[in-house]
């Protein structure tokens, strides 16, 4: 029983979930995101709503979250298939997390009629908005 435990544990290690290192290596269209549309949705109050938690470069905005994270230096502190994981689907990494859940419509509880079974952002706008973190690099 013992050596069972341990083994997952090891295994569990090995993929890298017990340090955060989960991603999703591959672009969700097969192509580049575009990083100033990317900016564009981070920032906006419609779209992406990230300011309503995170704090980050933006001196134009003038209220910023401080639920999260600064935004600042994302880009070097995560790979681009784990920020891609973190936006697309951060209950992934922790099951409790206050982050939507921005491109997963399985499992999603309490969701209006209207809105079942369509991601919060396309996979155009992940792509857009991983590309857009990957440049904040300090
Ligand atoms: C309702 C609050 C909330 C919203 C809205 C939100 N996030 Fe988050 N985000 C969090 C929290 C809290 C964390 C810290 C990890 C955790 O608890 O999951 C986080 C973590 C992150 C991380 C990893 C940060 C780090 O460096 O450790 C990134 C990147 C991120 N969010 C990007 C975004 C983007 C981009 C958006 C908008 C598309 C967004 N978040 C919207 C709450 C939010």
Known sequence: ?????????AAFCMLGVAHGQEAIPES???????????R???????????????SGPFPEERFQ????????????RWSEGQLRLRVADSG????????????RTEGLRRVAPAWRGKPILSAEQIEDVVAFLLTLKD
């Open 1 to 9: 029983m013992r050596l069972s435990l341990a083994a997952i544990v």
């Open 28 to 38: 969700l269209t097969g192509a580049k995101g575009d990083p100033a549309r990317g």
């Open 40 to 54: 564009a949705i981070v920032a906006s109050r419609q779209v992406g709503l990230c300011l309503l938690c995170h």
């Open 92 to 103: 992934r990494i922790n099951p409790v997390t206050i982050m939507p859940a921005y491109h």
């Open 65 to 76: 979250g401080n639920l999260a994270p600064d935004l600042a230096g994302a880009g070097k």
